[in-house]
């Protein structure tokens, strides 16, 4: 008898395929500047033959990586892109039926995740003036949940939660036997960072990717880092030779290059808070303190806005709805001053 798992079968999925090179792409979070050319250049000048014929071999970065965090390969877990590692953490640590717990709006995939895997999330809605209080996490942490999903910076919203915060969270799914996924896909655009709890606790696991601030979107990159036990049970679900070669020689390469982790992260600043003193200066409304993305509120219609700056302006964005007392509004990603400067300048000509 043919079979189909009815949860694929009634799973709503999105593929963008539309082409987006050539334009100044502020609609996915990544970076719109990318890596130096020369960068670029001298790296690939290190690829020959045998790098390419051969399966990739992952200690050599593994340990490069866990040196960087101050730990040892049994704490992580390569994996393509943060992603594959959030899969395979909700398949290891839910079972069909279970119950996720996560903040909305957040990282779709989350609850795509859930659905694929039959599992229930259950959503904690942020408050009309986008706050997310920790109180309405905790009660929906119920003894029959199994996994808490905490997101900082969480996108798309941007809020942080204090280090109180954190640990209280963290208590309570201890004391009911919660495993908890915190995702820093976007961690080095903030100060915080809990990263020692997952490294230090047992069913905490941290998740983290280099295709935002390490511009390697395109080559698929990412890991879980948690409890040795932990790691070898998400490592279990991952298929031979998951992680892509290049992508491990570039984020060598970046994370072994002195000062430049840091000089990106100044030239995303800068861009970030010349966006932000701007926007206040045209007295637009917008939320979002951390990431690299923010919230407007346009003038005008913002579809028709996000049309034009795609037409008349080579420039890409989105539109999210429902975004508390602010209603539908523009998502914009941050990045160098450069690109900020030409993405304000067709929004004040052409929002009005």
């Known amino acids: 008898m043919y079979y189909l798992d009815s949860n694929i079968e009634n799973l709503n999925r999105i593929f963008d395929q539309h082409k987006r ?26 690829v020959d033959q045998e790098f390419v014929s051969q399966y990739p071999e992952t200690l050599e970065f593994t340990t490069v990586l866990a040196d960087y965090l101050g730990t040892d390969i049994t704490h992580l877990c390569l994996t393509n892109g943060s992603a594959e590692a959030i899969r395979y953490i909700i398949q290891a640590y839910t079972a069909p039926g279970g119950k996720i717990v996560g903040v909305v709006p957040t990282y779709a995939m989350f609850e795509v995740y859930s659905k694929m895997y039959g599992r229930n999330f259950i959503p904690v809605e942020y408050t009309e003036d986008l706050q997310m209080p920790i109180e309405n996490i ?11 999903i905490l997101v900082v910076p969480n996108n798309p919203v941007g809020n942080l939660y204090t280090d109180e915060e954190v640990e209280t969270l963290l208590a309570e799914a201890k004391k009911k036997e919660i495993t908890v996924l915190i995702d820093e896909a976007y961690h080095y655009f903030c ?48 298929t031979p030779h998951n992680v892509n070669a290049f992508a491990m020689k570039f984020a060598q390469k970046i994370i072994t290059t002195d000062g430049m982790i840091e000089g990106m992260i100044k030239l995303q600043k800068e861009g970030r808070e010349y966006l932000v003193n701007s926007l206040d200066e045209h007295g637009y409304a917008h939320h979002g303190n951390e990431g690299n993305f923010i919230f407007i509120k346009p003038k005008t219609d913002p579809a028709t806005l996000v049309d034009r700056m795609k037409e008349e302006k080579g420039i890409l964005i989105k539109t999210y709805s429902g975004i508390g007392s602010l209603g539908t509004v523009l998502r914009v990603s941050t990045g160098e001053k450069q690109y900020m400067e030409r993405f304000t300048e067709a929004l004040y000509e052409l929002d009005k």
């Open 138 to 148: 905790l009660a929906k942490m119920t003894d029959d949940v199994q996994l808490l």
């Open 21 to 46: 090179q050539g334009y100044l792409r502020l609609d996915l979070n990544e970076n719109p500047g990318g890596l130096p050319e020369e960068f670029i250049r001298e790296t690939l000048a290190e």
């Open 191 to 238: 100060p915080k960072t809990y990263i020692k709890y997952a490294l230090e606790n047992e069913h905490v696991f941290v998740t983290r990717t280099f295709s935002k601030l390490f511009s390697l979107a395109g080559a698929r990159l990412g890991y879980a880092a948690g409890w040795p036990q932990g790691i070898e049970m998400v490592q279990k679900l991952c």
